[in-house]
């Protein structure tokens, strides 16, 4: 029957989830529970703001749900999912543990990837780069009294399409891509991960943090942010052949974007300090 049932899953090389933002009471775990339910990978990258402490410091709230989805990633761990975790700046106690594993999670500050393209891609949560778009307070992590409004509106008008039959939307991302400063910050941070791509002589970058889903392509490195299970509700893939794919996964599923990244024209390697294989 387990072998019937993991037959229907569909199995990835590599997956990437960041910001879940368990112990937050906007986590959408059910989503992502859901999600993580329907796939196998070789290896699956949590990028950090798995859970959010600095949440918890200021009111405790733990649903259920939140813990299924800490017990469906360790449990991935014991079948055999190489799992690696990248703590984030909410989750940032875990950094005193890189280099480590922990209950069969490998805690690393940064990591690089190499896809079955053999392209090379530097996973980073995506907070050193805050220097990029300190100055602007719409882009700003969970707990900002304006990202919380945000929230607040994203939470409601949810509850009501819900009444009326109606399927998951992030109101939040529709209102955040229509304020010209809160463009500007996340132009900036993508460009410093570029930068920061280039500086290590790799492929891509694969990151999170600022909650806004992207795959592009500048200057032949793939940027790539895997959003976040707040507002999108979204994860990376890899596919066979290496291309790839960023997801929606909430009440209706759907590739949002992709990347073949076998057109990419490599830069010259520097060793790294450890890969994936």
């Keep these: 029957m387990t072998e019937q049932l993991n037959a229907n899953k569909q199995h990835y090389p590599a997956v990437w989830i960041s910001d879940v933002h368990l112990g937050f009471k906007d986590c959408k775990a059910e989503y992502l529970l859901d999600f993580l339910n329907s796939i196998e990978c070789d290896t699956l990258y949590l990028v950090g703001d798995i859970v959010d402490l600095w949440s ?15 017990n469906c990633i360790q449990q991935k761990a014991l079948d055999g999912t190489r799992v690696i975790y990248i703590p984030g700046n909410h989750d940032e106690t875990f950094r005193h543990y890189v280099d480590q594993t922990i209950f069969g999670v490998e805690v690393h500050q940064q990591y690089i990837h ?16 805050d220097i990029a778009t300190r100055y602007n ?11 919380d409004f945000l929230l607040f509106l994203n939470r409601w008008t ?8 109606g399927n998951y939307y992030s109101l939040a991302a529709y209102i955040k891509a229509r304020v010209h400063k809160a463009r500007e910050a996340i132009a900036a941070f993508e460009d410093a991960a570029i930068h920061e791509a280039k500086k290590q002589k790799v492929d891509g970058i694969i990151c999170g943090h600022i909650h806004h889903p992207k795959i592009k392509v500048e200057d032949d490195i793939v940027y790539c942010n895997d959003g976040d299970w707040i507002e999108s509700c979204t994860a990376l893939v890899e596919q066979q052949n290496g291309k790839i794919e960023l997801l929606h996964w909430s009440d209706t599923q759907k590739v949002l974007e992709s990347a073949d990244v076998t057109s990419i024209v490599t830069p010259t390697a520097v060793k790294p300090n450890k890969s994936a294989a």
Excluded at 114 to 129: P, Y
Excluded at 158 to 165: A, E, L, S, Y
Aim: no cysteine; proline share 2%; aromatic share 16%.
């Design 56 to 70: 918890m410091k200021r009111q405790f709230y733990w649903h259920p749900s939140h813990y299924q989805v800490l």
């Design 114 to 129: 190499t896809t079955k393209a053999n392209k090379r891609f530097l996973l980073v949560h995506g907070d050193d780069f």
């Design 137 to 147: 307070k719409l882009i700003s992590i969970a707990g900002d009294a304006g990202y």
């Design 158 to 165: 949810n509850r009501i399409r819900k009444v009326f039959g």
